[in-house]
């Protein structure tokens, strides 16, 4: 039936309405239908899902390719997106600027900053980004794009950097503070760093400038330590943490120690794959989580003193440090962290976390093993059930993944102002965005 026919059985329905009436809403009609169907088949799935394995109802797209070494992402209101590379990419720029392109197809690639790092988040018209030892902030105009007369200001400067977990991921909260990482430039406070049976430190003083997240003013320059406070201690290192608006609170993933093995007594090559836990942890201010006296054992589900410091594999630590949130197999390295907020995706998806695994490097003679992004449910604030691998097939195969030599590593996670979630590749640069196509079981 065509339009004309159509309005000429609404008229001897609603004979009151007038035809120029009928014309307009027809027309309003047929344009929200069109903006519908359009909105619909803006983005579309590869047709392999971009190599990944995904949830069911769920396809995936590459946004972007060969970028550079991807870590952390940001994604504007409008839909472009902010990068930060590792190190410099071929054209020199460490952070890499996407803008979407009109109605959705594509992005217009530029780059600027020349320092590497891994920590980048859009709090209001600012962009914030990190390098090892410093952060910067950049002014954005309304549409959230750089401002290029305007200079960046440096917010934190002289963050300790010795070239291990020497990488500054930060976050903001709602009343202007940044909480940024810095990781612990040890594996265990060991008076020989990675030496057998070398006995732990006491008073670690790695805790005294690194080991955990320090608080410092989103609008302050050239803040040091002093100008900050230590938030929460006991981290060997952090590089997923997320704001969870819901809780208002602070949540973070931390790598967990290597090498239990220098204990050959305590520890066979199987316990040294499997221990500890990749935790995740809830901070209030002044928490400590425990490094470097205790691990969490997930299989005994307890937290374990360290050998470094008269453990022996059972003895139970104190309720002086803090119990994590959740816990999650060894060594999967933990690099991304969001709560979704969305509305794309199933409302099971709601208010929940999504960790990206880096992958692992230290689990022989058993198989390495991660590489993907897991789905953890969250109840009242609060991991509830168990979580669920989300997205899988970033290492290329299952061989691949048993070797440790992946095609793509997840590393960072963003949230898109239309739900879909972008997970950053720092392997090969790529950069994923997976959507709901449904439907709804």
Not at 230 to 242: C, I, S
Not at 314 to 334: S, T, V, W
Request: glycine residues 12%; aromatic residues 12%; proline residues 6%.
């Amino acid at each position: 039936m065509d339009d004309f026919k159509r309005l000429n059985m609404k008229n001897k329905v609603l004979p009151s309405l007038s035809a120029g009436v009928f014309f307009s809403l027809l027309l309003l009609s047929a344009c929200a239908s069109e903006e519908k169907e359009k909105s619909a088949v803006d983005v579309k799935a590869d047709s392999d899902n971009a190599g990944l394995i995904l949830s069911e109802g769920f396809g995936a797209l590459k946004a972007a390719d060969s970028i550079g070494p991807a870590r952390h992402l940001a994604v504007t209101p409008e839909g472009h997106i902010y990068i930060k590379l590792a190190y410099p990419n071929k054209e020199g720029n460490t952070i890499v600027f996407l803008k979407a392109g009109e109605n959705g197809e594509g992005y217009v690639k530029s780059g600027f900053a020349k320092y590497g790092g891994t920590g980048i988040y859009i709090k209001g018209n600012y962009l914030y980004a990190s390098s090892n030892q410093e952060i910067f902030r950049y002014k954005l105009n309304e549409n959230h794009e750089l401002l290029p007369t305007t200079p960046p200001e440096l917010v934190v400067t002289g963050l300790i950097d010795r070239g291990q977990h020497e990488s500054k991921s930060l976050v903001l909260d709602n009343e202007g503070n940044i909480y940024v990482n810095v990781g612990a430039f040890s594996n265990s406070c060991q008076q020989e760093d990675r030496k057998d049976g070398s006995p732990g430190i006491l008073n670690c003083p790695v805790l005294d400038s690194a080991a955990g997240i320090w608080q410092f003013k989103a609008d302050k320059t050239n803040q040091h330590y002093g100008d900050g406070q230590l938030y929460a201690t006991g981290l060997r290192n952090v590089v997923g943490l997320d704001w969870n608006t819901e809780k208002n609170s602070l949540f973070v993933m931390q790598h967990g120690r290597d090498q239990l093995s220098m204990f050959p007594d305590l520890y066979d090559a199987k316990k040294n794959a499997e221990l500890p836990a990749e935790c995740m942890f809830e901070l209030k201010k002044g928490d400590h989580a425990g490094w470097p006296y205790c691990y969490y054992d997930p299989i005994l589900k307890k937290k374990i003193i360290s050998p470094e410091y008269g453990g022996d594999g059972m003895r139970e630590a104190g309720k002086e440090y803090l119990d994590p949130a959740a816990a999650y197999p060894a060594h999967l390295a933990p690099n991304g962290l969001l709560f979704y907020t969305g509305t794309m995706f199933p409302e099971k998806y709601g208010n929940g976390a999504f960790i990206a695994f880096h992958g692992s490097w230290n689990r022989a003679p058993e198989p390495q093993a991660g590489y993907f992004v897991v789905f953890q449910p969250f109840k009242d604030g609060k991991p509830f059930g168990d979580w669920e691998i989300f997205a899988d097939g970033f290492s290329g195969s299952k061989e691949n993944t048993a070797s440790g030599k992946a095609d793509h590593r997840p590393c960072g996670l963003a949230q898109g102002p239309d739900g879909s979630l972008y997970v950053s590749d720092d392997r090969k640069g790529r950069i994923y965005r997976i959507i709901f196509t449904g439907p709804v079981k």
